[in-house]
């Protein structure tokens, strides 16, 4: 049996457009684990706060990348 190098990474897309950012209610494509609780953010509050979080996050999970790919 052979093993392929060249498969793309599987993403995960595990935000849907139930989720929405925790500043404005726009749909969520950033969540963050700060403190046990998960912080969901739209890509413009997640940008503006992303300094800031991943200073504290314990993890961090952005699908903006999805904002491209739909146009």
């Given at each position: 049996m052979?093993?392929?190098?060249t498969?793309?990474?599987?993403?995960?897309?595990?935000?849907?457009?139930?989720?929405?950012?925790?500043s404005?209610g726009a749909?969520?494509?950033?969540?963050a684990e700060?403190?046990?609780?998960?912080l969901l953010?739209?890509?413009?509050?997640?940008?503006?706060?992303?300094e800031k979080l991943?200073?504290?996050?314990?993890s961090?999970?952005?699908?903006?990348?999805?904002?491209?790919d739909?146009?």
């Amino acid at each position: 049996m052979s093993m392929s190098t060249t498969a793309e990474p599987v993403l995960e897309h595990r935000l849907t457009a139930t989720d929405r950012c925790d500043s404005c209610g726009a749909q969520a494509y950033i969540a963050a684990e700060v403190n046990g609780s998960e912080l969901l953010f739209c890509a413009h509050h997640g940008r503006k706060y992303e300094e800031k979080l991943r200073a504290v996050a314990t993890s961090w999970h952005d699908e903006t990348a999805r904002l491209a790919d739909a146009r």
